[in-house]
């Protein structure tokens, strides 16, 4: 099983970073391709670089053409419908897949973002996803996105400030880590809080491995039916006709 593992933005550590946490918790037989796109905004942090990252996230995705399912690691779910309307095999974002791992392993859970800008979309998607209502918080640390891969202890004492407050002030009962720049976080601040400290990249790779075992597909029935560019350029997206199907 090959999974594509894409980072939205441009920063190549970062990618690295998810990728290693999707290797720890991959199946022996699942191979894990990470890549990122060459061109748009280094960090993803708000509706501005969401919308900036979106024509180099897709076209980079529309290089890979012998992949199984694919992993959006950015925590907004960046590009998330485009990409099912792109693709035929299981496209999951690792939002999405934070968010109902949580809802199964805890009456409420909150989470713990960075930027405060980043808040209105995450909460926007908990709506879309029906999950608002499991979610007692979210909190952001107001980290910058990229202050993450510095390792500054300073930074781990305030993802840690707003779980104890989410614990104690909002009574979750689990904490979904709200950045893919926070994945190697989870299992240490689980240890520490003694509760379920979530990594959307870790669910992410399981329920990917499990819809590709299963033998489903995105549905192609109306709403993410196969796209095709429209742009007049001459310059689209390479094989958007075609899209990627699993061998």
Sequence with gaps: MKLLLINPNTTASMT????????????PDTEIVATNPTDGPYSIEGFYDVALCLPGLLDEASRHRDVDAVIIACFDDTGLDAMRCLLD??????GEAGYHAAAMLAHRFSVVTTLSRSVAGISDNLKRYGLDAKCASVRATDIPV?????????????????????????????????????????????????????????????????LVAAGLSTSKARTYASATDKRTSGQGLRAVAAPVSAE
């Design 89 to 94: 095999v299981p496209v999951i974002g690792i």
């Design 146 to 210: 990229l202050k993450l891969e510095e390792g500054d202890p300073a930074c781990l004492d305030q993802i840690r400030a707003e779980i104890a407050a989410a614990i104690k002030q909002d009574k979750a009962e689990a904490i979904v880590l709200g950045c893919a720049g926070m994945a190697d976080l989870m299992q240490a601040l689980s240890d520490e809080f003694g509760i379920p400290v979530i990594d959307g990249i870790s669910c992410a790779v399981g329920m990917a491995e499990a």
């Design 16 to 27: 690295q970073k998810a990728a290693v946490a999707a290797r720890r918790v991959a199946r």
